[in-house]
């Protein structure tokens, strides 16, 4: 975590005023704040990898996994925030790039997976959302949107799947090359509108 961020974070934690504390959180968002396509991928079916195959297979599969996506993610301009597990947390400037990559990631993994025995291959499930991130280094990112797309990312997505929040979907123009299929998810008591990309 960005020291200075630190600092301003424990500032806020022991400030009494909720004016002086509004002040605070003001001045966190325009100093680490920024408007980001976030991408959180995770990959498919690992409690039942590991629990059939073991740790070492699971290792494998997710050190694979990672080896394939971050150069696709740069190469398409975005960002790898992190490989956490079996997740992968990246950012792009637009929406539009952020679902090229998905889409261009489950191509490389269906292509891999041609010379795979059926365990090794690699399936993931993708969401997308857009909207306000603090950048607080280390690296990480922290925001409403990191959430949602984790969200639809890891618990919503089905394998080979990408998800998208309508906010982000809306940044898309139509001529884009791809079509979606609108859907509402139930996710913590809250209705997100979301879309399922096709292509």
């Given at each position: 975590m960005d020291k200075r961020f630190e600092e301003i974070l424990l500032k806020y934690a022991m400030e009494k005023d909720?004016?002086?504390?509004?002040?605070i959180e003001a001045q966190l968002w325009k100093?680490?704040?920024?408007?980001?396509?976030?991408?959180?991928?995770?990959?498919?079916?690992?409690?039942?990898l590991t629990q059939k195959y073991g740790v070492v297979h699971y290792l494998s599969m997710v050190r694979r996994m990672q080896l394939i996506a971050q150069p696709i993610i740069e190469k398409a301009g975005g960002q790898v925030v992190k490989f956490e597990a079996d997740n992968c947390f990246a950012m792009f400037d637009a929406p539009q790039a952020a679902v090229q990559t998905a889409i261009?990631?489950?191509?490389?993994?269906?292509?891999?997976?041609?010379?795979?025995?059926?365990?090794f291959d690699i399936r993931v499930a993708i969401g997308i959302d857009y909207g306000d991130v603090l950048l607080i280094g280390g690296p990480d990112y922290f925001g409403d949107s990191v959430n949602t797309?984790?969200?639809?990312?890891?618990?919503?997505?089905?394998?080979?799947?990408?998800?998208?929040?309508?906010?982000?979907?809306?940044?898309?123009?139509?001529s884009a090359g791809f079509q979606s299929e609108a859907t509402e998810l139930e996710i913590s008591?809250?209705?997100?509108?979301?879309?399922?990309?096709?292509?």
């Open positions: 909720t004016a002086a504390r509004r002040s100093d680490f704040g920024a408007v980001k396509a976030v991408f959180v991928m995770d990959l498919s079916g690992f409690s039942l261009a990631l489950n191509q490389a993994f269906d292509e891999i997976n041609v010379y795979t025995e059926e365990q797309a984790s969200k639809l990312g890891e618990d919503e997505a089905r394998p080979g799947e990408i998800l998208i929040t309508e906010r982000a979907l809306l940044q898309i123009p139509s008591g809250i209705t997100i509108p979301a879309a399922s990309i096709r292509y």
